[in-house]
């Protein structure tokens, strides 16, 4: 099996302050690896040291072979990485922006012309080409910012936070592309806050306080970590009932959905006992990730207090 990203025991440290602790990884070619958590959980700092732009402070990683350390300049070229603050030129269109880092990334000046035209298609982007990039969307920025980390070709595209601010049809095309990329056989890191992006994902990291907390498929995720029988309860004024049903000897956990209570119990048994207490009918339901995304932060909050 052929990982491209490999850490062990990879961290970074701020003075006193652990933003990423001893987190050990794997990520397999073409695979849509996802990285989650709140912010300040250490996402960003992992991507900068698997980009070769931030040294760890002890641990190990390779990327594409190379170590993070000794072969960061080989790194750098071979990957594509779009930050949160892609920079893109305003006063430039969207074409020239596609050729400004075509030069950048040395492509032969015979190849651009065709490489951007390839970049514009996969991006969804033909017939903008001539806009002034402040006069495009949120949407088409997003896709032309990916477009201009992709134009080298990387074998591994990190992107972090790449639909925050868009909509939510933007982020769906988004992650088409990116699933046509996968496969083709370019591996995908991609940070998000999002559970419908994190479900589109072939691996989850969680990562909390800087520690891996979780890594697994969405579907085992939503099947193994939640330990108990989960129901939902549209319960009037949930939010002031969490602090009472949290009380419960029965209650392992409550959290709030929208209108509604998604509330953990200890057993199926206990289904009864919850629906007297409410004196409304709770279903049982399948865990979401977000369901899980909740408990596990829940969990490594525990643990650090």
């Not at 900068?48 to 790194?75: F, N």
């Not at 979780?214 to 004024?237: F, M, R, S, Y």
Request: contains cysteine; hydrophobic residues 40%; glycine residues 8%.
């Amino acid at each position: 099996m052929e990982y491209v990203v490999t850490t062990r025991d990879l961290t970074r440290t701020f003075g006193s302050f652990t933003a990423v602790n001893k987190l050990s990884i794997k990520i397999k070619r073409g695979e849509i690896y996802g990285f989650l958590g709140p912010n300040g959980s250490g996402k960003t700092t992992t991507i900068r040291m698997l980009c070769g732009i931030l040294a760890p402070t002890s641990g190990s990683g390779t990327v594409l072979g190379h170590d993070l350390v000794r072969g960061a300049e080989k790194i750098k070229q071979k990957i594509g990485y779009m930050s949160q603050k892609f920079s893109l030129y305003d006063d430039l269109t969207a074409f020239e922006n596609l050729e400004f880092y075509a030069g950048m990334y040395s492509i032969p000046y015979r190849e651009r012309k065709n490489r951007i035209a390839e970049m514009l298609e996969l991006s969804l982007l033909e017939g903008k080409e001539r806009e002034l990039v402040a006069n495009l969307s949120g949407g088409f920025k997003q896709r032309l910012a990916m477009a201009c980390a992709l134009i080298s070709r990387p074998a591994i595209l990190f992107l972090d936070e790449p639909t925050s601010g868009t909509s939510p049809v933007s982020r769906r095309m988004f992650f088409q592309i990116i699933q046509r990329l996968a496969n083709e056989g370019v591996t995908v890191m991609v940070t998000t806050h999002f559970m419908d992006e994190a479900e589109r994902c072939y691996n989850i990291a969680f990562i909390s306080e800087g520690m891996l907390i979780a890594n697994d498929t969405p579907d085992n995720l939503k099947n193994n970590v939640i330990e108990g029988c989960l129901v939902e309860v549209d319960l009037p004024g949930a939010l002031q009932r969490t602090g009472d049903l949290e009380k419960l000897p029965y209650v392992k956990e409550c959290s709030i959905h929208g209108p509604l209570l998604h509330v953990l119990l200890e057993s199926e048994r206990d289904l009864d006992a919850l629906n007297r207490f409410t004196g409304v009918a709770a279903t049982i339901i399948r865990p979401s990730l977000e369901d899980v995304f909740i408990s596990l932060a829940k969990k490594a909050k525990r643990r650090v207090t």
